[in-house]
């Protein structure tokens, strides 16, 4: 008989009631108002997220990371395995309980990840540390790694959309170094977001980690020129 879930903590949020779930020693859930956004057993999307991203630009001497989006922290431990030690990763993470999970129930699942000593987590939207990046011109980003649990779809905003509109692009776009990389998770392909990535500038590959079920997709982007 498989085993229930149990309610460690809920918490209130702006956008409603966010909660984490435990079932046996190493399943968990975040939800928000019931709705399921992160899964610790599936995860491979997310792993393969982190790792194209970082190891494009690892080789540089001081690589500087964006990561959108905290989660459970196994995008983080991905990017975190691909860089050298002289990486600065700069998490953005709205809600702070996300980050107090991270270093507490969720810690056994990515070795604390968030506590490693090249992680600087800010507790602010993504859109906005890419903005003001990209309006500075000053603390550009070798890489941004978005990690939300809603990708680019058919119901985007083309234009207006904060994280995959053609404005969002163009932010990106001007936020990161030369050569750049911009990385995306999504649950399925969307060949609006692909026109976009290449109108704003950038070539991209495509990827769809695993063999069979449910198979989300990875964009990492390079910027031209």
């Known amino acids: 008989m498989a085993q229930p879930w149990i309610t460690i903590e809920k ?6 009631v966010l909660e984490l779930r435990k079932r046996g020693e190493r399943d968990f859930l975040i939800l928000i ?11 491979r999307s997310e792993v393969e997220l982190g790792r194209l991203a970082s190891e494009a630009v690892a080789r540089g001497l001081q690589p500087r990371v964006l990561v959108g989006g905290l989660g459970m922290g196994l995008t983080l431990r ?7 030690e002289t990486a600065t990763i700069v998490v953005a993470e709205l809600n702070p309980v996300i980050e107090k999970w991270c270093q507490g129930p969720l810690a056994g699942l990515t070795g604390s990840a968030v506590q490693d000593p090249r992680v600087k987590l800010v507790v602010k939207d993504v859109a906005a ?7 500075r011109q000053k603390d550009q980003f070798d890489a941004v790694i978005i990690d939300l649990y809603e990708g680019p779809g058919s119901k985007t905003d083309a234009v207006h959309d904060p994280f995959y ?4 692009l163009e932010r990106v776009f ?8 911009f990385a995306v998770w999504g649950e399925a392909p969307d060949s609006g977001f692909e026109k976009r990535l290449t109108s704003a500038g950038f070539s991209f590959g495509r990827e769809r980690p695993g063999r069979g079920g449910l198979r989300h997709v990875v964009y990492v982007a390079r910027k031209k020129g």
């Open 78 to 84: 991905a990017a975190l395995d691909a860089l050298p």
């Open 33 to 43: 108002n019931n709705r399921v956004l992160m899964n610790s057993s599936a995860n």
């Open 11 to 16: 918490a209130d949020t702006p956008d409603g």
């Open 165 to 168: 509109g053609s404005r969002a």
């Open 129 to 135: 540390v890419i903005a003001d990046a990209a309006e």
């Open 174 to 181: 001007r936020a990161l170094t030369p050569g750049g990389v």
